[in-house]
Nanobody
Framework: QVQLVESGGGSVQAGGSLRLSCAAS????????MGWYRQAPGKQRELVST???????DYADSLKGRFTISRDNAKNTAYLQMNSLEPEDTAVYYC???????????????WGKGIQVTVSS
């Protein structure tokens, strides 16, 4: 069974930084795309950033320049460096990964349980 475990969240003042990590564990062949989504209170879950296994990245337009996604394929771990945080970034951040459990299996979506990020003004 595949598990995604997020870490690195917490509380920070506006202008501060946090680095989130998402580690995939369990029995699987490989992870394809990995990404981060977030959901603020009363709002729908939204895309933050994605990264392919080859390192190609994509970001929500409003977050470009402040957030940086990266990954370590050997560790099956994705990271999200968040700088110049704003109160509007307060949300639960979810890790997502497309995982192939076997060489010839179709990649399936997995989600982490989410981690809270709170930015105070």
């Amino acid at each position: 069974q595949v598990q995604l475990v997020e870490s690195g969240g917490g509380s920070v003042q506006a202008g501060g930084s946090l680095r989130l990590s998402c580690a995939a564990s369990g029995r699987f062949f490989r992870t394809n795309n990995m990404g981060w989504y977030r959901q603020a209170p009363g709002k729908q879950r939204e895309l933050v950033s994605t990264i392919t296994s080859g390192g190609n990245t994509d970001y929500a337009d409003s977050l470009k320049g402040r957030f940086t996604i990266s990954r370590d394929n050997a560790k099956n771990t994705a990271y999200l460096q968040m700088n110049s945080l704003e109160p509007e970034d307060t949300a639960v951040y979810y890790c997502n990964a497309e995982v192939k459990t076997h060489l010839y299996s179709r990649a399936m979506d997995y989600w982490g349980k989410g981690i809270q990020v709170t930015v105070s003004s």
